[in-house]
């Protein structure tokens, strides 16, 4: 496993100017207005947002941020100054005049609105949709698991994307959600760039070295979703204090770039398909190797870390088929390099999409 002191000093190459954005789009406050009758529910879904998988530390970060606005229908108003209003009703009716009447206005201020029907689903939702038009509109028990993780949490996300590292932080109901989302999207960089480089490599003027740039390109990328999990978990926006998480779990992206070089060495345009999946794969390793030590505060054992590599390694094969397909085919330079008398200039390789993953 890599020494803090080594690990340091990746954080140390890339804290200047690329750490304090992530951090400042973390810890800045997303405003959230619930509005509605308590015994509508709408206290229960504004304790609901700081469930959590493990018992809240004292210094976790939402205890110190501002939870959410929790308005009475007769004060709707002051929701107009949040980013996102959640609407809270219990009862199979229509709306009355006042709820339509705040509801147009903050249709007419172009605030994101999502309408929480809180009652078991029934077949008639359908008749809610028109009176809620520019709404999105929920249907379930808030005080239900299932239908927050599955339903609220994904609907809240899909409004405010720009906003779900501060979301997570604020309210730890988010926070799985977000946190397998930023190891999906890296993983899925990982293995696009890697792809795109192995491309490169078949066509001889833009030979990029898979061994080189993947300790500069995926390194980082693991080391940026390693801060973002520990900051989207409430936990400190030092960088200093996400060693141990990375010393934890980034020694294990050495080892899968090891055995990528053993699979496809030096040889330009030879294993791309399986250079990719291992990229994806392994980034996802390292990615849920920091998540359960960030959950857990306990060492990762290398054999979970293998546990979440081989989960993953089916997926990455999937899409650097996928990749392959959508590719273009590699086209030799349309100009040549000088070439010494008696040489023959190298035919270019052919590109990888006949190429087969084994494992």
């Known amino acids: 496993m890599s020494s803090l002191t080594e690990i340091g000093n990746v954080f140390k190459t890339i804290r ?19 509005v509605g009758d308590e015994n509508a529910g709408a206290r229960d879904l504004a304790t609901a947002l700081y469930l959590s998988p493990r018992p809240l530390p004292p210094d976790d970060a939402s205890r110190a941020m501002a939870g959410p ?11 107009e100054r949040a980013e996102l209003i959640i609407f809270v009703l219990n009862e199979r009716r229509a709306a009355s005049d006042a709820e339509r009447e705040i509801f147009q206005k903050w249709i007419a201020a172009n605030k994101k609105i999502i309408v929480v029907l809180n009652q078991e689903p029934t077949e008639t ?7 809620w038009a520019g709404a999105r509109v929920l249907e379930g028990q808030v005080v239900k698991r299932e239908f927050l993780e599955k339903q609220f949490v994904p609907a809240v996300l899909q409004l405010m994307p720009e906003n779900k590292l501060s979301l997570a932080r604020n309210f730890p109901l988010f926070r799985y959600a977000v946190a397998m989302e930023i190891i999906n999207e890296t993983s899925v960089a990982n293995a ?14 833009l030979n990029i ?3 080189v740039a993947d300790m500069v390109i995926l390194t980082k990328a693991q080391a940026f979703m390693v801060y973002r999990l520990g900051l989207i978990l409430g936990l400190s926006t030092r960088w200093q204090d996400h060693l141990a998480a990375f010393g934890s779990t980034i020694g294990f992206g050495f080892v899968w770039r090891t055995l990528a070089r053993q699979l496809v060495g030096l040889i330009p345009g030879l294993g791309v398909l399986s250079k990719t999946a291992i990229a994806y794969a392994g980034t996802y390793a390292v990615g849920r190797g920091a998540l359960e030590w960030y959950n857990t505060g306990r060492q990762v054992r290398r054999a979970e870390v293998e546990r979440f590599f081989r989960e993953a390694l089916e997926r990455g094969k999937t899409l ?3 990749l392959a397909e959508k590719a273009p085919k590699a086209q030799a330079p349309k100009f040549s390099l000088p070439q010494r008398r008696g040489r023959r200039q190298p035919k270019p390789l ?10």
Do not use: H, K
Not at 69 to 79: F, N, T, V
Not at 192 to 205: D, L, Q
């Open 16 to 34: 200047e100017i690329d750490l304090q954005a992530i951090a400042d789009e973390a810890t800045r406050q997303t405003w959230l207005a619930i």
């Open 69 to 79: 606005i929790l308005i009475p229908l007769d004060r709707a108003s002051m929701g």
């Open 125 to 131: 939702l359908a008749l809610s949709l028109g009176e």
């Open 192 to 205: 696009g760039y890697s792809f795109s480089t192995g491309i490169a490599e078949i066509v001889p003027v």
């Open 209 to 211: 070295p898979f061994n």
């Open 320 to 322: 650097a088929r996928g």
């Open 350 to 359: 052919a590109p990888p999409t006949g190429e087969t993953i084994e494992g």
